[in-house]
């Protein structure tokens, strides 16, 4: 199988220039014929919104996407990440999935609950994550539903060019559940944080990729900036991965093939260099000078050495 790793920069808030991203990113994969393409978590909206989450308006606007990209899949099977809602007694709940469309439909499951998406079955609540007042998991909503737990952990069954792949996709911190797949697909929008990497190996036996984000977010208290590093496990160890140097890359791979990328170096300054350039453009759109206070301490010192 050949696979496209969609590692792009997810702009918050900013729909219509993430669609266009993703849409550049299928013509890529589609023109040197990759079978699938995978896309991050959350993906077209971005994850740090805090109580836009609420806007039943928004939410709406972003479901409509999914349209999108469902016409956009003929000729090639495409993931990514995105919000859905369900009713439930009156009550609506707003999930985070993982959305698979192969040939302008939508990819059955084996046991063809919820067919064409995953929900993410536990929520991000430490540091700057807040999943849990905005979001239904998986696991809350089995008891919900009154359904037992594995069978949203069923896998899809991605049938192209006469051949079968039994895919079970996961969402960023889920625990993984094998249930006799082929493959595991991570689509994940996670941080950077200093120190902590991706692993070389991993105890997975089948297939595993995962699929990062890159670019700045903010909580309006908090600033995040993502590396990327997505990555493809075969038999427990690492074959191909994406820079992990907060840039956008679209790598399409064969899955026996081996393509290591060298690691970022003087990564904690990296992080600071991009988080303050992409602030300057997605803020301000790199219309002003900067000025910095200066107090002699450190705080001010490092500022301004990394702005010049």
């Known amino acids: 199988m050949k696979v496209a790793l969609g590692q792009m920069n997810v702009i918050a808030g900013a ?47 972003v ?34 999935c993982a959305y698979f469309a192969y040939n302008k439909e939508w990819v059955k499951r084996e046991n063809d609950l919820f067919e064409g998406a995953s929900i993410k079955y536990t929520q991000q609540n430490h540091r700057i994550h807040e999943d849990s007042r905005y979001f239904t998991s998986c696991h809350d909503l089995c008891s919900i539903l009154n359904i037992k737990q594995n069978e949203f952990a069923s896998p899809f069954i ?40 991706m692993d070389n190996e991993i105890d997975i036996p089948i297939p595993y990729i995962y699929v990062n984000a890159v670019g700045m977010q903010h909580t309006t208290k908090n600033v995040c900036v993502y590396d990327g590093n997505s990555s493809i496990y075969n038999e427990g160890k690492i074959i191909t991965n994406c820079n992990d140097s907060f840039k956008e890359e679209c790598k399409i791979v064969d899955l026996n093939e081996s393509s290591l990328t060298i690691p970022c170096e003087n990564k904690l300054l990296e992080a600071l260099l991009f988080a303050i350039k992409e602030w300057d453009k997605q803020i301000f759109g790199s219309r002003f000078k900067w000025l910095i206070g200066l107090s002699g301490g450190l705080d001010s010192s490092i500022i301004s050495a990394v702005c010049a």
């Not at 999914?66 to 609506?92: P, Y």
């Not at 792949?165 to 950077?192: F, Q, W």
Request: aromatic share 8%; net charge negative.
């Open 63 to 96: 479901m409509s996407y999914n349209e999108v990209l469902l016409n956009a899949s003929e000729d090639i099977g495409i993931i990514w990440g995105n919000v859905s809602t369900i009713l439930e007694d009156d009550e609506k709940y707003l999930l985070n």
């Open 15 to 61: 729909m219509s220039k993430n669609i266009d991203t993703m849409l550049s990113m299928i013509q890529q994969a589609k023109k040197e014929q990759a079978d699938l393409i995978i896309f991050p978590e959350l993906c077209i909206s971005g994850s740090l919104l805090a109580d836009k989450w609420f806007d039943d308006e928004f939410i709406k606007t």
């Open 158 to 197: 991605f049938e192209k060019d006469n051949q079968t792949t039994r895919i079970n996709i996961i969402v960023g911190d889920d625990l993984i559940v094998s249930h006799k797949a082929d493959m595991i697909i991570n689509i994940a929008s996670n941080a950077y944080e200093k120190g902590k990497e």
